[in-house]
């Protein structure tokens, strides 16, 4: 059992992005599956499915430009033991607007780009660039 599948999820990514593999697989759950869809939108990821009935798993195709990761780096804002909630005028930038930071609120997981023109606020999960 797993304390903390956010965390889990970008640490599978980040590795699988520094060994060059083209795809990682990542134990399945609706959370997991919607941040997933929200890389692949952002550009991050070529492609995201499930698969599998019983036992589901993503599967995650890595995006490169040549031989070097589309994925510089991750970083998990919000733990849980420490939770980190923004207003939608107080959520930060990543790299100047370069990277994104992606937020768990009432209507679903979104970019920060998008909660700021939807006027929503939520909890920080995780910045990428």
């Known amino acids: 059992m797993l304390s903390?599948?956010?965390s889990d999820l970008l640490c599978r990514l980040r590795n699988g992005a520094?060994?060059?593999h083209p795809e990682v697989?990542?134990?399945?759950s609706k959370l997991k599956?919607?941040?997933a869809q929200v890389l692949k939108n952002e550009g991050y990821l070529t492609d995201v499915s499930v698969e599998g009935t019983t036992k589901k798993q993503i599967r995650m195709k890595l995006r490169y430009a040549g031989k070097k990761t589309v994925l510089e780096?991750?970083?998990r804002m919000s733990t849980p033991g420490r939770r980190v909630y923004a207003r939608s005028t107080e959520i930060p930038k990543v790299r100047g607007?370069?990277?994104v930071v992606v937020?768990?609120?009432?209507?679903?997981i979104v970019t920060d780009r998008e909660a700021r023109?939807?006027?929503?606020?939520g909890e920080l999960l995780c910045s990428v660039w």
């Open 4 to 6: 903390d599948p956010i």
């Open 117 to 121: 023109k939807r006027n929503l606020g």
């Open 25 to 28: 697989l990542v134990p399945h």
């Open 18 to 20: 520094r060994a060059q």
């Open 73 to 75: 780096g991750l970083r």
């Open 97 to 99: 607007g370069l990277g």
């Open 103 to 108: 937020l768990s609120t009432s209507s679903g």
């Open 33 to 35: 599956e919607s941040l």
